[in-house]
């Protein structure tokens, strides 16, 4: 039996919502073992990392290009923000 364009999409887009749903549930779960379970701490200040250091470090995770290439290059700048956003 043939499928219909239409039951294509739809069984397409169940798929989609399934693997959606599963990645959910294994962040959910990964989140529990490292947090809970492990005990690993989630920000930087609970390690008593401050940011007198964070310029220095953006700088270095940039290497000798001044940049950090990836889905979208970072500067020092963008690098030391999200190290501010991580205390």
Same mark, same amino acid.
């Given at each position: 039996?043939?499928? =219909?364009?239409?039951?294509?999409?739809?069984?397409?887009?169940?798929?989609?919502?399934?693997?959606?749903?599963?990645?959910?549930?294994?962040?959910?779960?990964? =989140?529990?073992?490292?947090?809970?379970?492990?005990?690993?701490?989630?920000?930087?200040?609970?390690?008593?990392?401050?940011?007198?250091?964070?310029?220095?470090?953006?700088?270095?995770?940039?290497?000798?290009?001044?940049?950090?290439?990836?889905?979208?290059?970072?500067?020092?700048?963008?690098?030391?923000?999200?190290?501010?956003?991580?205390?």
């Amino acid at each position: 039996m043939r499928r =219909s364009a239409g039951s294509e999409k739809g069984a397409a887009c169940l798929r989609r919502l399934f693997q959606a749903t599963v990645c959910r549930a294994m962040e959910h779960e990964l =989140s529990a073992f490292f947090f809970d379970t492990l005990g690993l701490q989630s920000r930087l200040s609970d390690l008593g990392i401050d940011d007198r250091d964070f310029a220095v470090m953006a700088k270095k995770a940039c290497g000798q290009y001044g940049m950090r290439p990836g889905f979208t290059d970072l500067t020092p700048k963008d690098v030391e923000a999200i190290y501010r956003m991580c205390l």
